[in-house]
């Protein structure tokens, strides 16, 4: 069956523009999470989503970071007015539901994002 | 707070030697522990987890972890690596209280002929 995908696989913005990273989880799939990988940072919790639970948003590192989740399903990650700091590989994961589901979570490809 | 700590960024290894990967973790809270392996241009597969149980885990493609939990530990090892084992891996631990990972910096594992 299909794996996690994203898109774009590559996106290179200039400083101060939005940018939108879309993730498609496994299908029946109730969990989503975002990270990000940096160099020398490893890799970053952003925000979980669970069913139609609140989301986790604890990650986030500024409030120009959102994301949101349409039906349960697509999820798309919005970075505002970006700076070059926010250059990264941006990973998503799905897994089955709590409590023992979201004990493997299967990680996309990553958006690579270069904001220059 | 939790936090993981992999001290080797590179090990660098000949092929057919042993390896360890080294991973400490602390936390206030119990939890879960994890190994995932990235190869180049791909994204992260799930080694290995230790939930409970037997102490020592075996995972995929030849790779086995031991949780001492007097060190706070989760080492990963292998008797014999091979050129396809290059890659990047990550050791992650989720608290039993949230469920999130909280990943170390990886260990880039580079093995030679």
């Known amino acids: 069956g299909a794996g996690v995908s994203q898109s774009p696989s590559n996106k290179v913005t200039e400083k101060g523009k939005d940018v939108e990273l879309r993730c498609d989880p496994i299908s029946g799939h109730t969990a989503l999470y975002w990270y990000r990988q940096s160099l020398g940072q490893g890799l970053e919790f952003l925000i979980y989503?669970?069913?139609?639970?609140?989301?986790?948003k604890s990650g986030l590192p500024s409030d120009r970071f959102s994301a949101e989740r349409t039906g349960g399903s697509v999820s798309t990650l919005t970075i505002q007015r970006t700076q070059q700091e926010d250059s990264a590989v941006y990973l998503c994961?799905?897994?089955?539901?709590?409590?023992?589901?979201?004990?493997?979570?299967?990680f996309g490809p990553g958006t690579r994002l270069t904001v220059l | 707070a939790q936090s993981v700590t992999q001290l080797d960024s590179q090990v660098p290894v000949f092929e057919e030697a042993p390896v360890e990967l080294r991973c400490n973790y602390s936390?206030?809270?119990?939890?879960?522990l994890f190994w995932y392996v990235q190869y180049p241009n791909q994204g992260l597969q799930l080694l290995l987890k230790y939930l409970s149980g037997s102490t020592l885990v075996k995972g995929i493609n030849g790779f086995e972890a031991e949780f001492n939990k007097s060190q706070t530990s989760f080492h990963l090892r292998k008797p014999s690596v091979h050129i396809s084992d290059t890659a990047e891996y990550f050791c992650a631990v989720r608290p039993l209280n949230t469920d999130k990972l909280i990943f170390g910096t990886g260990t880039r594992l580079q093995v030679f002929p």
């Open positions: 989503f669970q069913g139609n639970s609140a989301p986790d």
């Open positions: 936390s206030s809270v119990s939890v879960y």
């Open positions: 994961a799905s897994s089955l539901g709590p409590p023992e589901g979201v004990n493997t979570q299967y």
